[in-house]
């Protein structure tokens, strides 16, 4: 592109070739149609970052009569609107979906690799060209560079590695490096659907690590404007609404989808692998708290020998059933509010079948604080 065409005086086109500027990797298109009927595409990746151009509805094709300012890490005139990362970081595979009045990117940090920490991260906006945040207002576009942003707490982490009684059973059948999605809105019933690729923990040779799967999750949005993840692969059986408080209480496996540690096949000394998470047991009670661990016991004296009112497991946080609005999206029978070890959640609850046997239990999608964990009845 030339002075001429962009209308840019002392235009430096070695920019484009800067691999911590505006360099870019690969492609991985996706275009969207905005609410207004408006054709766009995403498309980049780490290094330069992701951006979109307005596409001509006739061809399909770039509308060149759309003209972009060079602003810095905002808008350029080859590439675009800028909607992400840059400076060298992560972050690939764009994607786009709307719903309750957001406008939610999807992008994968890390890299593909079956040790790579690929994973998916999550930002929204009020308009598709942005800006994207996440729950605590960090910016999806860099503005410098962060070694190993695939390990620090920008973006909402949808999924993780994780091994737990509901499956998979074997180690073998472990998810990593999941990423580079695509979000689905299924037409006859409006319910979305994230697809994605991923490796697995214990499936590789000397020779070769790249088996991989395509696999699918339902999102479920939560009642202050988010969306989440289903704990359990979509096999066929959509998320089913509890019917009351009954549903809900009784013991859950929890997992907690750490920002800051991914697959990268090391082991600790005994013998588990870093970044595959591991539930913690918690109890959801009929009167709002949740509790951990086994019968605690307290005493005046050595002495004493007898219960007080005091015995009990330890109590670690509280559950609520939301009813009415938070953030002026409605709640409905599924959502309920969360505070666990000091961070509260929104919650979306659901039954769903186990991944090892089919069966049927209650599980939890949450997000709070940036952070996103699952529950599942056991």
């Given at each position: 592109?030339?002075?001429?065409?962009?209308?840019?005086?002392?235009?430096?086109?070695?920019?484009?070739?800067?691999?911590?500027?505006?360099?870019?990797?690969?492609?991985?298109?996706?275009?969207?149609?905005?609410?207004?009927?408006?054709?766009?595409?995403?498309?980049?990746?780490?290094?330069?970052?992701?951006?979109?151009?307005?596409?001509?509805?006739?061809?399909?094709?770039?509308?060149?009569?759309?003209?972009?300012?060079?602003?810095?890490?905002?808008?350029?005139?080859?590439?675009?609107?800028?909607?992400?990362?840059?400076?060298?970081?992560?972050?690939?595979?764009?994607?786009?979906?709307r719903e309750n009045?957001?406008?939610?990117?999807?992008?994968?940090?890390?890299?593909?690799?079956?040790?790579?920490?690929?994973?998916?991260?999550?930002?929204?906006?009020?308009?598709?060209?942005?800006?994207?945040?996440?729950?605590?207002?960090?910016?999806?576009?860099?503005?410098?560079?962060?070694?190993?942003?695939?390990?620090?707490?920008?973006?909402?982490?949808?999924?993780?590695?994780?091994?737990?009684?509901?499956?998979?059973?074997?180690?073998?059948?472990?998810?990593?490096?999941?990423?580079?999605?695509?979000?689905?809105?299924?037409?006859?019933?409006?319910?979305?659907?994230?697809?994605?690729?991923?490796?697995?923990?214990?499936?590789?040779?000397?020779?070769?690590?790249?088996?991989y799967e395509s696999?699918?999750?339902?999102?479920?949005?939560?009642?202050?404007?988010?969306?989440?993840?289903?704990?359990?692969?979509?096999?066929?059986?959509?998320?089913?609404?509890?019917?009351?408080?009954?549903?809900?209480?009784?013991?859950?496996?929890?997992?907690?989808?750490?920002?800051?540690?991914?697959?990268?096949?090391?082991?600790?000394?005994?013998?588990?692998?870093?970044?595959?998470?591991?539930?913690?047991?918690?109890?959801?009670?009929?009167?709002?708290?949740?509790?951990?661990?086994?019968?605690?016991?307290?005493?005046?004296?050595?002495?004493?020998?007898?219960?007080?009112s005091t015995d009990?497991?330890?109590?670690?946080?509280?559950?609520?059933?939301?009813?009415?609005?938070?953030?002026?999206?409605?709640?409905?029978?599924?959502?309920?509010?969360?505070?666990?070890?000091?961070?509260?959640?929104?919650?979306?609850?659901?039954?769903?079948?186990?991944?090892?046997?089919?069966?049927?239990?209650?599980?939890?999608?949450?997000?709070?604080?940036?952070?996103?964990?699952?529950?599942?009845?056991?």
């Amino acid at each position: 592109m030339s002075p001429k065409t962009d209308g840019t005086v002392g235009y430096d086109l070695t920019r484009y070739l800067s691999l911590k500027d505006t360099r870019i990797n690969a492609i991985d298109a996706a275009p969207a149609l905005c609410e207004h009927g408006e054709m766009w595409m995403s498309f980049g990746s780490w290094f330069g970052g992701i951006w979109m151009f307005k596409l001509d509805p006739k061809t399909g094709l770039r509308d060149y009569s759309v003209r972009y300012p060079l602003v810095k890490d905002s808008s350029d005139p080859y590439y675009g609107v800028k909607v992400a990362g840059g400076y060298w970081n992560s972050g690939e595979g764009s994607y786009f979906i709307r719903e309750n009045g957001w406008w939610y990117l999807f992008m994968s940090y890390g890299w593909l690799g079956r040790t790579g920490g690929y994973q998916i991260r999550l930002f929204r906006s009020k308009s598709l060209l942005g800006p994207y945040v996440d729950q605590n207002g960090n910016p999806a576009i860099s503005y410098g560079e962060i070694p190993d942003n695939q390990e620090r707490g920008t973006g909402i982490r949808l999924t993780s590695s994780v091994q737990w009684d509901g499956g998979p059973a074997e180690l073998a059948d472990v998810e990593v490096s999941q990423g580079h999605n695509s979000a689905i809105r299924r037409s006859k019933d409006g319910r979305m659907f994230l697809v994605y690729h991923t490796r697995f923990a214990e499936r590789f040779s000397e020779d070769d690590d790249e088996d991989y799967e395509s696999h699918v999750r339902e999102l479920l949005p939560t009642s202050d404007g988010w969306l989440v993840a289903a704990p359990y692969e979509y096999r066929g059986s959509v998320a089913v609404a509890p019917t009351g408080i009954a549903d809900i209480t009784g013991d859950y496996n929890v997992v907690l989808h750490d920002q800051h540690t991914f697959f990268n096949g090391k082991q600790e000394d005994d013998g588990t692998y870093v970044g595959i998470n591991r539930p913690t047991r918690y109890t959801f009670h009929e009167d709002g708290r949740i509790t951990r661990g086994e019968i605690v016991s307290f005493f005046d004296t050595p002495d004493a020998n007898l219960p007080r009112s005091t015995d009990g497991p330890i109590t670690c946080g509280s559950w609520k059933p939301l009813s009415g609005a938070v953030n002026g999206f409605n709640c409905c029978a599924s959502d309920a509010e969360i505070r666990l070890d000091d961070v509260t959640y929104i919650a979306r609850f659901a039954t769903l079948p186990r991944e090892i046997d089919g069966k049927p239990v209650m599980t939890f999608s949450a997000i709070g604080n940036n952070v996103c964990i699952w529950g599942s009845q056991s």
